[in-house]
């Protein structure tokens, strides 16, 4: 079965990293685009990183410059490096990946992770 493992998340003070992980099996990792949400309390989910399968790499505005997503192909990993994190930089993050679309059915999949947390106080 499909399964997405986060890790590394924590308290952190501003201007502080941190690097997230998530660890995914059940599926044909290389083929699937990869990101990264998170979520706070009364606000929606918010896309923060994406990497796809060819390559192309897009972040939220909120983070561009800060934020890298990376992916291990070799090892099914795909990573969040966090830098300069500020107090509205807290959220759950969670793990996410697409599939590509299947012909049998025209459809795309969608799996999500169970979130890390991530804290930014002084």
């Known amino acids: 079965q499909v399964q997405l493992v986060e890790s590394g998340g924590g308290l952190v003070q501003p201007g502080g990293s941190l690097r997230l992980s998530c660890a995914a099996s059940?599926?044909?990792?290389?083929?699937?685009?990869m990101s990264w949400y998170r979520q706070t309390p009364g606000k929606e989910r918010e896309l923060v990183a994406g990497?796809?399968?060819?390559?192309?790499?897009n972040y939220a505005d909120s983070v561009k410059g800060r934020f890298t997503i990376s992916r291990d192909n070799a090892k099914n990993t795909v990573y969040l490096q966090m830098n300069s994190l500020q107090p509205e930089d807290t959220a759950v993050y969670y793990c996410?990946?697409?599939?590509?679309?299947?012909?049998?059915?025209?459809?795309?999949?969608?799996?999500w992770g169970q979130g890390t947390q991530v804290t930014v106080s002084s």
């Open positions: 059940g599926f044909t990792f290389s083929r699937y685009a």
């Open positions: 990497s796809n399968t060819g390559g192309s790499l």
């Open positions: 996410h990946a697409r599939s590509p679309i299947f012909p049998l059915t025209g459809k795309d999949y969608v799996y």
